[in-house]
């Protein structure tokens, strides 16, 4: 049973940054593309980025993107997002996940284990 813990989530105020991590609690994920999504409240949960296995292709929704960057620790790991210049808008659950397969990818049906999520708040 693979296990996600989530950390690093907060209350920042707009322009501020915060960096998540998600780690593996059990079983390894380095072989598995990661990625991040959210969930504000009254919506669905939306893909925030992704990083393949190596860590040498990564994907970001256009809401974030030159915002926020993804990345794998040296052993592949452990999984980074790191939030600069945040909005009130980026308020959300954010949850990490792990892939079914090596490549990085948006599609949230492409990814099988989750954490619980971590919360996220960005004053005004």
């Known amino acids: 049973q693979v296990q996600l813990v989530e950390s690093g989530g907060g209350l920042v105020q707009a322009g501020g940054s915060l960096r998540l991590s998600c780690a593996p609690s059990g079983r390894t994920f380095s072989n598995y593309a990661m990625g991040w999504f959210r969930q504000a409240p009254g919506k669905e949960r939306e893909f925030v980025a992704s990083i393949s296995w190596s860590g040498g292709t990564t994907y970001y929704a256009d809401s974030v993107k030159g915002r926020f960057t993804i990345s794998r620790g040296s052993a592949k790991n452990t999984v980074y997002l790191q939030m600069n210049s945040l909005k009130p808008e980026d308020t959300a659950v954010y949850y990490c996940?792990?892939?079914?397969?090596?490549?990085?990818?948006?599609?949230?049906?492409?990814?099988?284990?989750w954490g619980q999520g971590t919360q996220v708040t960005v004053s005004s």
């Open positions: 996940a792990r892939g079914t397969a090596s490549r990085a990818t948006s599609l949230e049906a492409e990814y099988h284990y």
